[in-house]
């Protein structure tokens, strides 16, 4: 879809940082960052909500989140991680292109998962181009999934 800025991203037509693809997903790093290695992953396909997904997109996303979990895990060093995901406009959906939320948490860190609250946490594009190639670093396909 022209219109939706993952397609565009995907497509790069958009600049993203991206952490990982492959011909069915891709975890790209989030321009909103309320705590460092923030990352989402999504299809490649456009596919609005969950309630849209096929079986096979569902265990493709769910692989690929759990192998950057991982990465992120060991990139940031963090202590826990929140995985959520939003559908429509009323569960703060704000890009209608399903996609996962992998957050890093640390201990003290005092974020309270209220949205909007990404807005006020943007990181520039060279830092976030430093952060996906710390993740894909730790990448490490066969070891988990």
């Known amino acids: 879809m ?4 993952f397609c565009q ?10 952490v ?4 069915h997903t891709a975890a790209i790093m989030d321009i909103n960052q309320p705590n460092p290695y923030r990352v ?13 997904l096929n079986r096979d997109q ?6 690929t989140t ?14 826990g991680m929140n995985l959520f995901q939003n559908n429509g406009r009323v569960a703060m959906q704000t890009v209608f292109h399903f996609h996962m939320h992998v957050l890093p948490r640390f201990a003290g860190d005092r974020l309270l998962l209220r949205l909007p609250l990404a807005r006020f946490f943007r990181k520039d594009r060279a ?3 430093r952060m996906a190639a710390a993740i894909r670093a730790h990448l490490q396909p066969d070891s988990t999934v």
């Open 2 to 5: 022209t219109d939706c800025i």
């Open 9 to 18: 991203i995907l497509a790069g037509e958009a600049p993203g940082s991206f």
């Open 20 to 23: 990982y693809r492959d011909e």
């Open 40 to 52: 989402l992953v999504m299809p490649i396909a456009h596919v609005e909500a969950i309630y849209d």
């Open 58 to 63: 569902a265990a493709q996303i769910f692989q």
């Open 66 to 79: 759990v192998l950057v979990a991982n990465a992120v895990r060991a990139a940031s060093g963090c202590d």
């Open 127 to 129: 830092e976030l181009d």
